[in-house]
T-cell receptor, first 112, second 113 residues
Framework: DVKVTQSSRYLVKRTGEKVFLECVQD?????MFWYRQDPGLGLRLIYF???????EKGDIPEGYSVSREKKERFSLILESASTNQTSMYLC???????????FGDGTRLSIL | ELKVEQNPLFLSMQEGKNYTIYCNYS?????LYWYRQDPGKSLESLFV?????AVKQEGRLMASLDTKARLSTLHITAAVHDLSATYFC?????????????FGTGTSLTVIP
């Protein structure tokens, strides 16, 4: 069965901290994605990766970076956390082609 | 920028009734996806619509795609409480580097007994 695992369900950090969110998939998917989900705004794409060590900016990349050193792992980094980055973060992966994305359970991040 | 709009944003309906959720998108795309999200849970894929005129059905849900009108519908037949959830549509745009997905804002459905 398809499995996308995010390292934390809930996370509380302080303003200015460097924050790492980890995502691992076990399906050998080429594409991986990071979204944030906010009420009334739906899902907004932060970054996606189409292959190992490759990345592309989504619609809201400011304040974030990503790392994909291995095919199964895609990390989202908040370089200096700010309160407006408090949100639900969702990781997803998929094969190439027309397959749907498979989502992790999400990380609810609070920045104090 | 590709925009995806859903309406209604909130829907409260009685059990046994029928209703339709609409998903409009702003630029050409031949692929449309529907997802369901239960409270506190992640998104689950419902349907993938790959071409104009495509229709998919699963239980009380039926999705269709009209690429010329840039419109997809999710029709609910004889709603039951278990269908209460938030429903998202998404379209993808092919880039050289892979597909980027654009999601609607979601429709929060509450089915009242």
């Amino acid at each position: 069965d398809v499995k996308v695992t995010q390292s934390s369900r809930y996370l509380v950090k302080r303003t200015g901290e460097k924050v790492f969110l980890e995502c691992v998939q076990d399906m050998d998917h080429e594409n991986m994605f990071w979204y944030r989900q906010d009420p009334g705004l739906g899902l907004r794409l932060i970054y996606f990766s189409y292959d190992v060590k490759m990345k592309e900016k989504g619609d809201i990349p400011e304040g974030y970076s990503v790392s994909r050193e291995k095919k199964e792992r895609f990390s989202l980094i908040l370089e200096s956390a700010s309160t407006n980055q408090t949100s639900m973060y969702l990781c997803a992966s998929r094969y190439l082609g027309y397959q749907p994305q498979h989502f992790g359970d999400g990380t609810r991040l609070s920045i104090l | 920028e590709l925009k995806v709009e859903q309406n209604p944003l909130f829907l409260s309906m009685q059990e046994g009734k029928n209703y339709t959720i609409y998903c409009n998108y702003s630029t050409t795309s031949d692929r449309l996806y529907w997802y369901r999200q239960d409270p506190g849970k992640s998104l689950e894929s419902l349907f993938v619509l790959l071409s104009n005129g495509a229709v998919k059905q699963e239980g009380r849900l039926m999705a269709s795609l009209d690429t010329k009108a840039r419109l997809s519908t999710l029709h609910i037949t004889a709603a039951v409480h278990d269908l209460s959830a938030t429903y998202f549509c998404a379209v993808d745009r092919v880039k050289n580097t892979g597909n980027q997905f654009y999601f609607g804002t979601g429709t929060s459905l509450t089915v009242i007994p």
